[in-house]
């Protein structure tokens, strides 16, 4: 079996029993926009890092998934111009917002990718943060990313997928079983089979700090649970405020 259909495979544990989701009454996926706003100062990560060693004073920024804006706005200046493609309007609301204050000069694009790379101009470094856990069919996606940078493409993710945390939950809750992958590893596997050569880093994200309630509603609605179940999803989660493990991938194009 090849990396990529490892891939697939493992990603496709993740779905939720028909079911269980049948017992939603609100949708089990997406993030809330707390989770990934971008903050009035710019953490200096591994990731800031290669990419600002790529990017031209007055440089631009491709951000796709982008959130909140977190990945990109990060790089402003020496960036003078940012897009930013997602597929939720709250989170390019949050983009839009948080560009403004920075007084940054932001486009927002609605769309998913690669649907999207045609609304887009190449720029001189292509960000994508957290998302590709979301991409069963990597090849394309990956190709889009590359062609639409000048100079370098920087994907961040955690060292394992963010679910796994939630594996003692789904045993709690449904008595289910669930993956213990894909990871930043098979990621990196795929994009060898693609012909890519790629560096990595790895390293340890502080606290978000997010207030804990969000975290509660996000798994709520993850595990299918009904309102008013959030006590129950509090007193079973256990703490929401530690380290992740993350790895920075970067290729020169």
Known sequence: MTALQQWRAQ????????????LAQDPPWGFPPELFRAGPESP?????????LALPDGGSVLDIGCGGGAASL???????????????????????EAARDRGVDAVPVTGTWPDAATDVEAADVVVCHHVLYNVAD????????TAKAKRRV?????????LVTSRPLWQHFHGL???????ADLAVAVLAELGLSVEQRRWSRPPRHVKRAAYVDLYRRRLCLPRGSE???DAALGPTDWPRDVVTLWWDV
């Open 154 to 162: 920087v994907v961040e993710l955690t060292a394992e997928h963010p």
């Open 231 to 233: 006590p129950q999803v």
């Open 74 to 96: 990060a790089l402003a200046p020496p960036a003078a111009r940012i897009t930013g493609v997602d597929n939720a309007a709250g989170m390019l609301e949050s983009f839009t």
């Open 138 to 145: 990597v090849p394309p996606f990956v190709t889009a990313l």
């Open 177 to 183: 079983d669930r993956p213990t992958g894909p990871t």
């Open 44 to 52: 200096d990560t591994p990731s800031r890092d290669v990419a600002l």
């Open 11 to 22: 990603l496709a544990g993740w779905a939720i029993p028909p079911e269980i989701e049948a």
